[in-house]
């Protein structure tokens, strides 16, 4: 009787252990459709700083701001991402660029471009949900964002 108490106590302890953060990202949930709720970071250039800190809602999109994505899985291991903004004129969603591809490594993302433009800057998950996203993207010392999302679909 001792044993079976003993195993019923620890089996919370079992239960509720990672080996570690990476762990807890189930990655089949990225594809999808998801707008951009929160945005925070900055960017430096020699002679200015820009900072922002702003929240939107996707499902009433107001301006520029207001963003959304879509990650499509290619195959067993790369993503294709197109970003929309929220045109404020045709009040529709306008694609931003023709998207790029990448891979996902541990809780990083890896644009696969030939393109200069991801060579010194990188992307993490910081979490992922079945219903958010949060994602933060680094280059150097002169520009960092968090953006926080909601999945739409």
């Given at each position: 009787m001792k044993k079976i108490l003993f195993l019923l106590a620890m089996l919370p302890m079992l239960l509720f252990t990672?080996?570690?953060?990476?762990?807890?990202?189930d990655f089949n949930l990225i594809e999808g459709s998801w707008g951009l709720i929160h945005s925070e970071g900055y960017e430096k250039d020699p002679s200015d700083l820009l900072e922002w800190d702003y929240n939107c809602d996707p499902l009433n999109p107001s301006s520029y701001d207001d963003a959304k994505i879509d990650i499509v899985k290619i195959d067993e291991n790369k993503y294709y991402q197109v970003a929309?903004?929220?045109?404020?004129?045709?009040?529709?969603w306008?694609?931003?660029?023709?998207?790029?591809?990448?891979?996902?490594?541990?809780?990083?993302?890896?644009?696969?471009?030939?393109?200069?433009?991801?060579?010194?800057?990188?992307?993490k998950i910081l979490s992922l949900t079945s219903t958010g996203l949060t994602v933060e993207a680094k280059e150097g010392s002169t520009y960092y964002a968090k953006s926080v999302y909601k999945r739409l679909q």
């Open positions: 990672s080996c570690s953060d990476d762990d807890d990202i929309y903004y929220w045109s404020v004129f045709s009040k529709k306008v694609k931003e660029d023709e998207g790029y591809t990448f891979t996902i490594s541990g809780n990083k993302i890896i644009p696969i471009s030939n393109d200069e433009e991801y060579s010194n800057a990188s992307f």
